[in-house]
């Protein structure tokens, strides 16, 4: 399995939400996690609200810091529009996917990055399922 590491600021919203969509579309094919530059210490509730709406369970996970993350060569090192270049980390593809952080927006346009983010995962999957 392609291991892939999903990185934002705080690990409590995009990158999140990027673990979640992998465990569910890429069962078998990727193993995944997520972690933050500066973690905040939660995930943001409009993220475990907007997850609950496709059926995922995000209040299960927490946020964490680069230091937590298993020191392992990632196939996929993806941060997710925040400006961070993480070259602490280990990583044979590096990815930048350009998403607004959706930490203030209203439910409806929070869900629509979340639903950008699961296109986003599920092309990655596919790419890697080839």
């Known amino acids: 399995m392609k ?13 999140q939400m990027a673990e979640a969509f ?18 905040s ?8 609200i907007s997850m609950k709406a496709v059926g995922y ?9 680069l230091d937590k993350i298993p020191k392992v060569e990632y196939d996929y090192a993806i941060t997710m529009g925040c400006g961070d270049e993480c070259p602490m980390i280990n990583a044979v593809n590096r990815e930048d996917w350009a998403l607004p952080d959706p930490k203030h ?5 929070f869900n629509q990055v ?17």
């Open 41 to 48: 210490g939660i995930v943001n509730p409009k993220a475990i």
């Open 114 to 130: 979340r639903d950008i983010i699961e296109a986003e995962v599920k092309d990655l999957i596919s790419k890697l399922n080839l």
């Open 22 to 39: 992998g465990k569910i579309h890429g069962e078998g094919i990727i193993e995944v996690y997520s972690s933050g530059s500066r973690p």
């Open 105 to 109: 927006m209203t439910p409806e346009e």
């Open 3 to 15: 291991k892939v590491l999903f990185v934002c600021v705080e690990n409590s919203c995009r990158s």
């Open 57 to 65: 369970d995000l209040s299960k996970h927490y946020s964490i810091g």
